[in-house]
């Protein structure tokens, strides 16, 4: 399988779980990772999202989390052979044991995370099922980890669909981190919302609410300039 082509950097992704998708792109190109320097990237599958931040931030660090092996070692195979290599560091562990072993505090989390509960349907490969239920990773965890390696200045970004947002978003305030910024996201102007990017912090603030949609119709390739505008740093979509 020929690696995805992006403008500054290749991802290569036979290996990997989940190959790159709409989301992610989304978050990497959406997050504010402007001022900051100590990034995580939680689920970091192929690593792109990381990869992404590093383009957009020539001064800011990642650290990757990755609990399955080989798309573990896949991430560090992109990162590898990036020119942000100095800038990225894989670690294959779970997010619940990284949180428990680590002191260091993070200014950017970044994760497009499993939203599948526990009985829902999905697909039947076992490292799929690994990977997207919140089984192995319940909202809970993510949200407790997420917090303990946060600054107090820091901030954190994911994507998930609009009802699973509503369900973390409460989790959240519940340990005291707050939503910042949303964006509502819908695939046409005529469908509803389908996902959510969202900016949690420990600073408490007023809400700031925008909305994207990316295709003008159901043609292909027909999207709207602000969509065009947001991913265009990193591929040429027209």
């Given at each position: 399988?020929?690696?995805?082509?992006?403008?500054?950097?290749?991802?290569?992704?036979?290996?990997?779980?989940?190959?790159?998708?709409?989301?992610?792109?989304?978050?990497?190109?959406?997050?504010?990772?402007k001022n900051k320097l100590d990034g995580?990237?939680?689920?970091?599958?192929?690593?792109?999202?990381?990869?992404?931040?590093?383009?957009?931030?020539?001064?800011?660090?990642?650290?990757?989390?990755?609990?399955?092996?080989?798309?573990?070692?896949?991430?560090?195979?992109?990162?590898?052979?990036?020119?942000?290599?100095?800038?990225?560091?894989?670690?294959?562990?779970?997010?619940?044991?990284?949180?428990?072993?680590?002191?260091?505090?993070?200014?950017?989390?970044?994760?497009?995370?499993?939203?599948?509960?526990?009985?829902?349907?999905?697909?039947?490969?076992?490292?799929?099922?690994?990977?997207?239920?919140?089984?192995?990773?319940?909202?809970?965890?993510?949200?407790?980890?997420?917090?303990?390696?946060?600054?107090?200045?820091?901030?954190?970004?994911?994507?998930?669909?609009?009802?699973?947002?509503?369900?973390?978003?409460?989790?959240?305030?519940?340990?005291?981190?707050?939503?910042?910024?949303?964006?509502?996201?819908?695939?046409?102007?005529?469908?509803?919302?389908?996902?959510?990017?969202?900016?949690?912090?420990?600073?408490?603030?007023?809400?700031?609410?925008?909305?994207?949609?990316?295709?003008?119709?159901?043609?292909?390739?027909?999207?709207?300039?602000?969509?065009?505008?947001?991913?265009?740093?990193?591929?040429?979509?027209?």
């Amino acid at each position: 399988m020929p690696p995805f082509k992006f403008k500054q950097f290749d991802v290569h992704q036979d290996k990997v779980i989940f190959k790159v998708n709409q989301d992610g792109v989304l978050l990497g190109a959406w997050a504010d990772v402007k001022n900051k320097l100590d990034g995580l990237d939680i689920g970091t599958g192929s690593g792109v999202i990381a990869l992404m931040s590093c383009q957009r931030n020539a001064d800011i660090k990642m650290d990757a989390v990755e609990v399955d092996q080989e798309t573990a070692s896949q991430a560090q195979q992109n990162f590898t052979k990036s020119k942000f290599r100095k800038r990225l560091q894989v670690h294959c562990n779970s997010i619940q044991s990284f949180a428990l072993s680590s002191n260091k505090k993070y200014d950017f989390i970044i994760s497009n995370p499993p939203y599948f509960q526990v009985g829902q349907n999905s697909p039947t490969n076992s490292r799929i099922k690994i990977a997207k239920h919140t089984d192995l990773l319940p909202f809970e965890d993510l949200v407790d980890s997420s917090s303990k390696l946060l600054s107090e200045s820091g901030e954190f970004h994911l994507i998930l669909p609009y009802q699973e947002a509503q369900v973390f978003i409460e989790l959240a305030r519940k340990v005291k981190l707050h939503l910042r910024k949303a964006t509502y996201v819908k695939g046409r102007i005529s469908k509803p919302i389908e996902r959510v990017l969202m900016t949690f912090s420990k600073v408490e603030k007023e809400l700031f609410e925008t909305h994207l949609v990316v295709q003008k119709s159901g043609q292909r390739h027909d999207y709207t300039d602000e969509y065009i505008e947001l991913v265009n740093g990193f591929y040429t979509i027209l």
